[in-house]
């Protein structure tokens, strides 16, 4: 539960004393638990909504008694609580996938090598890209190569995308189109997978798969056109009213803008940059207004943990190798400087333990023992996987926000024991022991690596079994948090990640009016239910931007 400042206070105040504006009639939401997440006032029963804020919130009668012309909405038994924020999504991915060859849930190189013999016959021409295999599952026990994919598709490039986006598999048109060979050196942070004769086996480990990347086509305009929008209505049903949007172009970043403007747009959009397109918010600072800020840059430490780029400080316990920084530390430690100097945030993708521990004492020496400065920059460290035992209290120490996505850990459990041992998972996924040591965690997805459904974060943060119920008996239920724990995790803890807690985060007079309505009470439910259930009603900003039918 959150208490309110002062200047909450304040904009209660202001609320209260509001008269009625022309423009879009007041809301009254009534009919279901409301949750506000504040701790004097956790449960109300109705909430009126005024010009984009919470005008009312308690009683049906006092919500009914602030003026005429409001538009009742009965939740009819549903739950509502403060707007749910992903604080880590690619929404273009997440639109994109709808169009590519979706590789979600293929259950074995053979399935995999069907649907894409489907596709290639629905789509005779072109180089084809796909995304979202997983081989964990799989019966053969072993990654894909060329020669799976040579056999079904051999005439023309092919690159399907690991669901985590660190690795793909290729075919040997794509190898040709970008000249890799046996005498390929392996790029800066990334891997050329090879077999005993040394020939390429076709999969490229993160940076080496940009060889290939950068020769296929680019999506064209109109296709991220189409993909952020479809992104965003999806977010929207889903229950979602912000995200903090991550690696995006500064193409996507004007796309934003101008749904927004346009209003199109039906969430609040954070942005943060890729390094390459930075220079604008280097040299400008922070910028936007309205739904979409312009926050930051989003680096990269290391890969990650399922195709062995997470950077460890000891060897992975299945394999020969420490993992890969994707970036060089000299290089990142440079761009810290100027986003410091920009006022600029920053969110770097860290998921090994010596991944996390090279970017805390990198933003540490930024700060140059500046501790006060650095807690109030509230940089991030994205995903913050596995974590030494001994540098989980630096992230409260420092104040860097561990933005976090529960379903990770509901997904990597079936191979992360394998990848790490049992000594290192006392740090992987360590919620609870990050909240204990002070630490504030902003929750999000990954999608379109998970699949960015709100429920399912919530889900795996309080219950940390997969889907079907099960978690092994080495994956530390302990780390699991309380259902109020997890509710802020992804309410309060993405404004608080955005610096926006003193106007959203939670249901209170004066606050933006953001609220998530489902069809089961999350903090009741059974949990094998709370997956299952749907969103029924999203608002942002005030607006209504999914309703169920």
């Not at 890209?129 to 490039?157: C, K, Q």
């Not at 749904?259 to 910028?287: H, K, N």
């Not at 790490?420 to 999000?444: F, H, M, N, Q, V």
Request: proline share 5%; net charge negative.
């Amino acid at each position: 539960m959150v208490r309110l400042n002062r200047r909450q206070v304040a904009l209660a105040a202001l609320a209260a004393g509001c008269t009625h504006q022309s423009g879009a009639p007041d809301l009254i939401i009534y009919g279901g638990p409301i949750y506000t997440g504040v701790e004097a006032a956790p449960r109300v029963e109705a909430v009126r909504v005024r010009n984009g804020r919470f005008a009312v919130v308690g009683s049906l009668s006092d919500a009914r008694s602030g003026g005429r012309g409001a538009r009742e909405i009965d939740l009819r038994g549903a739950a509502a609580f403060p707007g749910f924020t992903d604080s880590h999504v690619h929404l273009s991915g997440v639109g994109m996938a709808a169009m590519l060859l979706d590789l979600v849930g293929v259950a074995s190189i053979a399935a995999m090598m069907q649907s894409l013999a489907a596709y290639a016959r629905a789509n005779p021409e072109g180089a084809i890209y796909g995304r979202g295999w997983i081989e964990t599952h799989w019966p053969e026990r072993r990654f894909p190569t060329r020669a799976d994919l040579d056999a079904v598709v051999s005439d023309r490039p092919v690159l399907l995308e690991r669901i985590d986006g660190h690795a793909a598999v290729v075919n040997s048109a794509a190898l040709a189109l970008a000249g890799i060979n046996t005498n390929t050196p392996n790029p800066e942070g990334g891997a050329i997978e090879r077999d005993a004769a040394g020939a390429a086996t076709g999969m490229l480990i993160d940076n080496a798969a940009a060889l290939v990347q950068s020769r296929l086509p680019a999506p064209t305009p109109a296709m991220m056109r189409e993909a952020l929008l479809q992104g965003a209505r999806i977010y929207a049903s889903r229950g979602w009213t912000g995200i903090c949007n991550m690696s995006t172009s500064l193409a996507e970043a004007q796309l934003f803008e101008d749904f927004a403007r346009a209003g199109e747009l039906p969430l609040r959009a954070d942005i943060y940059l890729t390094p390459e397109d930075s220079e604008i918010v280097m040299q400008r600072g922070p910028y936007g207004e309205g739904l979409v800020h312009v926050r930051g840059v989003k680096l990269y430490m290391d890969g990650a943990l399922g195709s062995r780029g997470a950077a460890l400080l000891a060897p992975y316990s299945d394999a020969a190798t420490e993992g890969l920084l994707v970036t060089p530390v000299d290089q990142l430690r440079a761009m810290l400087v100027r986003a410091r100097a920009s006022g600029v945030q920053v969110a770097t993708h860290a998921i090994g333990d010596r991944g996390n521990r090279l970017v805390l004492d990198a933003y540490r020496d930024t700060f140059a023992g500046d501790a006060a400065a650095l807690r109030a920059a509230r940089w991030r460290i994205e995903h913050a996987q596995v974590i030494a035992s001994e540098d989980i209290p630096r992230f409260a120490t420092q104040g860097i926000i561990a933005s976090m996505q529960p379903s990770h850990a509901i997904s990597d459990l079936h191979f992360a024991p394998a990848r790490l041992g049992p000594s290192r998972l006392a740090g992987a996924y360590a919620w609870r022991a990050l909240l204990d040591s002070g630490a504030a965690i902003t929750a999000g997805s990954d999608a379109p690596v998970e699949k960015g459904d709100p429920l399912i974060e919530f889900y795996a943060a309080f219950h940390r079994h997969d889907l079907s119920g099960f978690a092994g008996p080495d994956w530390r239920l302990e780390e699991a948090v309380s259902r109020a724990e997890a509710l802020k995790m992804l309410t309060w803890g993405g404004a608080y990640a955005t610096y926006t807690e003193a106007e959203r985060g939670v249901i209170a007079p004066g606050m933006r009016a953001d609220l998530s309505a489902f069809s089961v009470d999350l903090m009741t439910a059974p949990a094998a239910d709370i997956p299952r259930a749907n969103a029924v009603l999203s608002v942002s900003d005030g607006r209504i931007t999914h309703e169920a039918a």
